[in-house]
C-alpha cells in the first residue's frame, strides 16, 4: 500500500508579516548569480549580486481583477496585510505559498506565467 502526502500550499492572513520579516534569496541560480528579494511596507526591492536592478511599490489584493497592466492603484499601497496577489504597476504575481521558510510565486503578467519561483529565507 503506498501513502502520498503533500504539505499544503497557502497564503496565511499575516503573509505580509512573513514577507517583510526577512530577506529572501531565489533558489535555482547558483553562488554565480545572487538573487535577493526585500519585502518593505511599501515595496519590493531586488538586487543582483549585491547590486539593486529594482524597486516597485506594490500591495496585496485578493482578486485577480487587479492583474492587469492597468490595475495597478497607488492608493492601495501599504494598506492591505494579505492577499493571493503581489500588484506593482508593472507586474502582478501570484503567491503559491508564504511560511517562515519558503515563498512561492508566479507571474500573472509582466513575466513568464509557467514558471514557478521559490525563494528561501536568508
Known amino acids: 500500500m503506498l ?38 511596507n511599501t515595496a519590493i526591492i531586488v538586487h543582483h549580486n549585491n547590486e539593486l536592478i529594482g524597486e516597485l511599490e506594490y ?19 501599504g494598506d492591505t496585510l494579505s492577499g493571493k496577489y503581489l500588484i506593482s504597476e508593472k507586474s502582478c504575481l501570484e503567491l503559491i505559498n508564504v511560511s517562515e521558510n519558503e515563498l512561492k510565486f508566479k507571474s500573472v503578467y509582466g513575466g513568464n506565467p509557467n514558471n514557478i519561483t521559490t525563494a528561501s529565507p536568508i
Do not use: H, M, R
Not at 500591495?59 to 495597478?72: H, Q, R, V
Open 3 to 40: 501513502s502520498f502526502s503533500c504539505a499544503a500550499q497557502s497564503v496565511p492572513p499575516n503573509a505580509k508579516e512573513i514577507l517583510t520579516s526577512k530577506d529572501w534569496k531565489i533558489d535555482g541560480y547558483g553562488v554565480e548569480n545572487i538573487y535577493k528579494i526585500k519585502f518593505t
Open 59 to 77: 500591495y496585496f489584493s485578493t482578486t485577480l481583477n487587479d492583474c492587469s497592466p492597468n490595475g495597478f492603484n497607488e492608493n492601495n499601497v
